[in-house]
């Protein structure tokens, strides 16, 4: 039998706790600013799909502390279906983003000013079907990107994970349609056996004569319409006959050579002066609660 994960740990993993970060994630947006020096000149961040709010804290942490905005100069606003414990100079907001009326709710916390970078790390719960899985998370992008662009300002910045499956050509083909540069990227401490990877999209280009507008019963389909970015409009597109006609984005690793492998694991040191770390933020309401609650009242009984 191989090692228990209990044996065996991952280094970034360890790392974020000593250093005092929410989730391994942290690395990820640490690595992809490193690469693309994503935070220049940004005061008003959306920071999607956030919990427990790891990439918050580096948000907060650089807008705050390293570049020294007052909370009246800069603004983020963290949304995510589960609820976090707050960070300093975070507005948190426990909602869903496919929903238009979370959109409403960040333009009001940022008083109609439009935002210089939006980031989503989304994830749904994986169901264990492949194609339904890959399916949520392509639905999750849109809806990430449907918020985007009423959101952005013109030459903001998009940054979202992404899987590479089958149908990841057709997204840089809208994408490409919407931003200057679109490239795919792979931070180090994203493992290099997931299809991971990160849309880094920069300088974003209104389509003209197309105003991005939400509208409650409207799909991501209809809500494209007009902007010319593919399946609704540009059929050609959609099946991408000739691969000389495809938008291939360029493929970038990003970190440093020198960081640590994030498939490596290391060895626990069984020795009595081994420090167990707790974890940085415990779970605030987490989906396992109510079943611990109905396992005390007995609730859960086997058949
Ligand atoms: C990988 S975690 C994000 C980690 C985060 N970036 C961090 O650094 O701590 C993915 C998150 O996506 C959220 N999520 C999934 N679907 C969502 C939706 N429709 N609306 C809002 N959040 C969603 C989940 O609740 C989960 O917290």
Redesign the pocket.
């Known amino acids: 039998m191989g090692k228990s994960s209990k044996d065996k740990r991952d280094l970034y993993y360890r790392r974020a706790k000593e250093e005092g970060?929410?989730?391994r994630?942290?690395f990820?947006?640490l690595q992809l600013n490193e690469q693309f020096q994503l935070f220049k000149d940004v005061k008003r961040v959306v920071?999607?799909?956030?919990?427990?709010?790891?990439?918050?804290?580096?948000l907060s942490r650089e807008l705050y502390q390293t570049q020294k905005n007052s909370h009246d100069e800069a603004k983020i606003v963290a949304?995510?279906?589960?609820p976090m414990t707050p960070i300093d100079g975070v507005t948190t907001l426990q909602?869903?983003?496919?929903?238009p009326k979370?959109l409403v709710k960040i333009m009001d916390i940022f008083g109609g000013e439009p935002a210089d970078f939006v980031c989503s790390?989304?994830?749904?719960?994986v169901t264990g079907l492949h194609d339904l899985d890959e399916y949520l998370q392509a639905q999750?992008i849109l809806?990430a990107l449907q918020l985007t662009t009423c959101l952005l300002k013109p030459g903001g910045t998009f940054v979202a994970?992404i899987f590479r499956g089958r149908d990841i050509d057709l997204l840089y083909a809208q994408l490409s349609y919407l931003f200057d540069k679109v490239v795919c990227a792979k931070p180090r401490s994203s493992r290099g056996t997931s299809l991971e990877a990160f849309i880094v999209c920069i300088g974003y280009k209104p389509r003209e004569g197309w105003t991005p507008k939400l509208e409650l019963n409207k799909s991501a389909e209809e809500f494209f319409e007009g902007a010319n970015i593919g399946r609704s409009d540009n059929l050609k597109f959609f099946e991408l006959p000739d691969p000389e006609e495809r938008v291939i984005a360029n493929f970038i690793a990003c970190g440093d050579l020198s960081d640590v492998d994030s498939d490596a694991t290391y060895t626990l040191d069984a020795s009595e002066s081994r420090v167990v770390l707790d974890p940085v933020q415990m779970p605030t309401s987490p989906p396992y609660k109510l079943a611990l609650e109905m396992k005390r009242r007995g609730d859960l009984v086997r058949r």
């Open positions: 970060w929410r989730a994630s942290a990820k947006l920071d999607l799909c956030a919990a427990p709010g790891s990439w918050s804290q580096v949304v995510d279906l589960q909602a869903d983003i496919t929903h979370t790390d989304g994830a749904p719960d999750l809806s994970k």
